[in-house]
């Protein structure tokens, strides 16, 4: 297992576009978490899972914004209509559903959107 | 509200010497308290855990302290090196996630 993976690592979107982001979680782990960081910035929580049922969403995050995770393993995350507001690092970790562990993330995919 | 912060100022210190940052956290107590370290255009890793009930704790040359009094969590590194330069982050647990602060900017100067 090579630790949590992030696909892709850049994209550049024309505001307006849907993207669609995918995270790979290490297999042992049943939770995963999808947090948005900007410049200067500590990461802002989004959504996360237990196994395939997503327990919480932002209460900032906008409707434009939807996560899957249909069989518990990989998921998506994905913007619709971007804004150039949108523009952001989007970091995925995963984690045992045990709250005294750390979490492992992946290396984020950067959207900038134009 | 909750809230976890951290200094947004960066910290430059030469090399050999201790960086000492602060996490303070308000208005609530939390269980424990973990710190990350991030490196520009990565994600953060995981550097260490603290509970409440316990005022120490040591990984190499990374100490973590937690004072329920003063609120406060300090992350030290001894005989720093040029390639502890990075960002460092604290979290605490807050309805099953991790809530970040903002994090520490670190400098070492050779």
């Known amino acids: 297992d090579t630790g949590v993976s992030q696909d892709p690592r850049h994209k550049i979107t024309k505001r307006g576009q849907n993207v669609t982001f995918r995270c790979d979680p290490i297999s042992e782990h049943n939770r995963l978490y999808w947090y948005r960081q900007t410049l200067g910035q500590g990461p802002e929580f989004l959504t996360y899972?237990?196994?395939?049922?997503?327990?919480?969403k932002s209460r900032l995050l906008s409707d434009r914004f939807s996560a899957e995770r249909p069989k518990g393993s990989f998921s998506t995350l994905e913007i619709q209509r971007t804004e150039q507001g949108d523009s952001a690092m989007y970091l995925c970790a995963s984690s045992l559903a045990q709250e005294a562990h750390g979490y492992t993330f992946g290396s984020g995919t950067r959207l900038t959107v134009v | 509200s909750q809230k976890i912060e951290q200094n947004s100022e960066a910290l430059n210190i030469q090399e050999g010497k201790t960086a000492t940052l602060t996490c303070n956290y308000t208005?609530?107590?939390?269980?424990?308290l973990q710190w990350y370290r991030q490196d520009p255009g990565r994600g953060p890793v995981f550097l260490l855990l603290i509970r409440e009930n316990e005022k120490e704790k040591r990984k190499e040359r990374l100490k973590v302290t937690f004072d329920t009094t003063l609120k406060q969590s300090l992350f030290h590194i001894t005989a720093s090196q040029p390639a502890d330069s990075a960002t460092y982050l604290c979290a605490h647990i807050q309805g099953g996630k991790l809530i970040f602060g903002q994090g520490t900017e670190l400098s070492v100067k050779p």
């Open positions: 899972f237990q196994n395939e049922a997503q327990l919480e």
């Open positions: 208005n609530y107590s939390p269980a424990y």
